[in-house]
């Protein structure tokens, strides 16, 4: 069974960058599409980025775009989220999913995904 563990936050003052990683175990990260999700305290989990199983197709939140940088690298089973200019609203517990349900195109619904890891938090304050 899919196994998903995010790593790579930290505390970071605005304008700094992170790079978290997703690493699998228990099967290939092959044929998965994958979604980035944060939550901060009392919001809902919200979505960040995706990336599909073949990397011809990823989405960014329009609070990340064109900051955050999805991808993957099956070689190693593990996927990236690059986040540069990092802003104090970004600060969360960021998670990552594999889609399990309608993956054939893109889709942020919660629901549809699965595996998720324990979280990495990411702090962005001065």
């Known amino acids: 069974q899919l196994q998903l563990v995010a790593s790579g936050g930290g505390s970071v003052q605005p304008g700094g960058s992170l790079r978290l990683s997703c690493t699998a175990s228990?099967?290939?990260?092959?044929?998965?599409?994958i979604g980035w999700y944060r939550q901060a305290p009392g919001k809902e989990r919200e979505f960040v980025a995706y990336?599909?199983?073949?990397?011809?197709?990823?989405r960014y939140s329009d609070s990340v775009k064109g900051r955050f940088t999805i991808s993957r690298d099956n070689s190693k089973n593990t996927l990236y989220l690059q986040m540069d200019s990092l802003r104090p609203e970004d600060t969360a517990l960021y998670f990552c999913?594999?889609?399990?349900?309608?993956?054939?195109?893109?889709?942020?619904?919660?629901?549809?995904?699965?595996?998720w890891g324990q979280g990495t938090q990411v702090t962005v304050s001065t």
């Open positions: 228990g099967t290939s990260l092959d044929g998965y599409s």
């Open positions: 999913a594999a889609c399990i349900r309608d993956c054939m195109e893109f889709t942020a619904n919660l629901s549809h995904y699965g595996y």
């Open positions: 990336i599909d199983a073949l990397q011809r197709d990823t």
